[in-house]
């Protein structure tokens, strides 16, 4: 049985959406319908229950065509994803030679830079200052010529900070946790993306398709589903640097996680199942019998045997799941909790206090920097589970006891 309503978005056109028991603001409704009109729409757009408003368009959502792209659909943290490792040890295996579990967080935050200083100008925490040995040469071997490529022909795409950013976390709701499932067994999961590379490349596209939009008169209910024709050279371009940024995204959490694992002292023996999984990207996929690429913004692919990481907040807990394969979500589920409100709202709504109280019995950051990220600022984690029964099963439950968020802090 599934769990979907279908919203009629005008025009003959509908979204299926996964949103039962879970609040999902009108203004995201709206977005969700303006992308359902859109004339290259392969059959209908699904929405997952974490769905909420966004920049462009609405995340949480499953974007179906044959025809085009719309850059901001795939949004400006390309690649953004989840990894997490199982390990075969016992929380109580950690509390060496460290005092527990501060220092644990310590020597996490020692070994991957994170947050962000002074707008991510010189001197940033966030990034390497001086590049370590085996950043540049992974930088080297997998994204220098190809990055070269592309900037040298869109110079708009180019970032100033790329390899820096390579192994570092970001801000917002990245994180790197400690986690225990329900038999006691130790896991580590981050959730990082693209870092700037990412983000220049979807804001540069994302210009060059209302540009391009502009030049054909093309009307749209929104600018910002501007989009790239199959047929067209920047169509072509884009889709490579979107490659590009998936995989530096894909290399940046596998560098963070064995930085944090050697920091812990945690060896190859030690460990168990590796789940890797994108919610910000574009696929090509068969559905229905058809070619299509599929882009997912803030959604995780759930092929029937697929593992996926879905987190809820910095006090919630997080779920690995296996995918059903619905074909209704084109075999999709949701990437998180997703927010309940804006960063702004949740700064003005919640104090600190509130925050200490909501992660009482996590090691994290407890102060103004993270008030964007308290839990309260997120949807009920275990709703949104229960909205996609029929989308995922339940392999693992993760209750972290250390989390590692970036803040950012600017300079008077």
């Known amino acids: 049985m599934s769990n979907y309503d279908v919203i009629d978005a005008g025009n003959g056109r509908i979204v299926k959406t996964w949103h ?3 609040p999902v603001e009108d203004k995201a409704i709206e977005q969700l319908k303006n992308a359902a009109r859109m004339p290259f729409i392969y059959k209908w757009v699904a929405s997952m229950p974490d769905a909420h408003y966004g920049a462009g368009s609405c995340i949480g959502t499953v974007i179906p065509s044959q025809t085009a792209i ?37 020597k996490i935050e020692l070994a991957v830079p994170h947050g962000r200083t002074n707008n991510g100008a010189e001197g940033d925490r966030g990034a390497w200052h001086d590049i370590p040995e085996n950043i540049q040469q992974l930088w080297d071997d997998q994204f220098d010529e190809e990055y070269k490529a592309l900037w040298s022909k869109h110079p708009g795409a180019r970032a100033y900070n ?5 192994g570092t976390l970001g801000t917002g709701n990245h994180f790197i946790e400690l986690t225990e499932d329900g038999h006691g067994m130790v896991w580590v999961v981050l959730h990082s993306g693209s870092r700037g590379m990412g983000n220049k490349i979807g804001q540069y596209f994302t210009n060059v398709a209302k540009a391009l939009c502009e030049k054909w008169f093309i009307t749209l209910p929104d600018p910002d589903l501007a989009y790239l024709p199959r047929d067209t050279e920047e169509f072509d371009d884009y889709c490579k640097a979107v490659k590009m940024a998936q995989r530096f995204a894909q290399v940046n959490r596998e560098t963070m996680m064995a930085a944090v694992l050697n920091a812990l002292g945690i060896q190859a023996y030690n460990l168990g199942r590796k789940i890797q999984c994108h919610h910000n990207y574009i696929a090509w996929e068969n559905h229905y019998g058809q070619n299509i690429m599929v882009t997912r913004k803030g959604a995780v692919r759930a092929q029937l045997g697929d593992l996926g990481i879905i987190p809820g907040s910095m006090g919630a807990r997080t779920y690995v799941v296996r995918g059903l394969g619905n074909p209704d979500s084109f075999c999709t589920c949701s990437h998180g909790a997703g927010r309940a409100m804006g960063r702004m709202e949740a700064k003005r709504r919640f104090t600190v206090a509130d925050h200490i109280a909501a992660t009482e019995g996590v090691e994290c950051l407890k102060d103004v920097s993270v008030l964007d990220e308290t839990p309260a600022a997120y949807k009920s984690i275990e709703a949104v589970m229960a909205a996609q029964s029929d989308l995922v099963e339940v392999v693992a439950t993760l209750k972290q006891f250390v989390c590692i968020k970036g803040g950012e802090e600017k300079r008077k």
Do not use: F, K, N, Q
């Open 20 to 22: 039962r028991g879970v």
């Open 70 to 106: 719309m850059p901001s659909c795939v949004g400006v943290d390309i690649g953004c994803g989840m990894m997490a490792v199982e390990t075969t040890l016992h929380r109580e295996d950690l509390m060496y030679p460290v005092e527990y579990p501060e220092g644990l967080r310590r």
């Open 162 to 166: 790329t390899v820096g950013h390579l």
